[in-house]
């Protein structure tokens, strides 16, 4: 199957999940979920490259639920790239089903990641994490290191966050509404097709990516 039809069908799997009253009953608030692209490729039934561990509440808080998950060899090397390749990258594209208890709604989602770069003077490198809620674009990340650069661990701590109090604001949501929260990486290098100079982009030291949503009960119509 392709990389492409994969991710619909497992998409499909999610909703179908996410809509039916009597399975959401009997799973965790944040259950289903998958890991595909260049760079990963792990679901809840197909061990991978990835792996989600559920992280205990906090105290106090009863209506947040986190997941963490724990990447063991996403990376981007200049050694990926062929001697006429320009242009080369990974990307990976992690989607998580939440299916809220009865008389809950989500009102707020937080991802936390760090990346860190190194690079030598010549190419460019353009580094995007895009935090998503169902198809709606809740925030990203982008940060661009020019070909005159020259950096070594660069390490840039990633967190995207809305409702919740911040200002992005969630999309319009139902009570008891299931969604499919995502998260993307993309890591895209630009050189001259005849040099090879040395790149490396990793996540940070942990390698891991953590999402939290944070719930409240449904107010009366």
Known sequence: MSGLLWVRSWLCVLAIVGSSPTMAASKPVLNDWFALGSGCRARSDLPGNVRMEG????????????????????????????????????????????NPPTGKKIIGLRAVTSVIATKEPGPELDLLAELKLGSASLGQSQSKLGDASMVRQREERIELQAGGGSQAPLPQLGCGEPKIIGFDYSWIATRAADSRPAIRVELGKEKTLTIEAQLADCKPE
């Open 55 to 98: 992280v205990p509440a906090i105290a106090g808080t009863p209506d947040t639920y986190q997941a963490k998950f724990i990447f063991k060899d996403f990376s981007l090397g200049s050694s990926v790239a062929s001697m006429a390749s320009k242009k080369f990258g990974r990307e990976c594209a992690v989607r998580l089903n939440i």
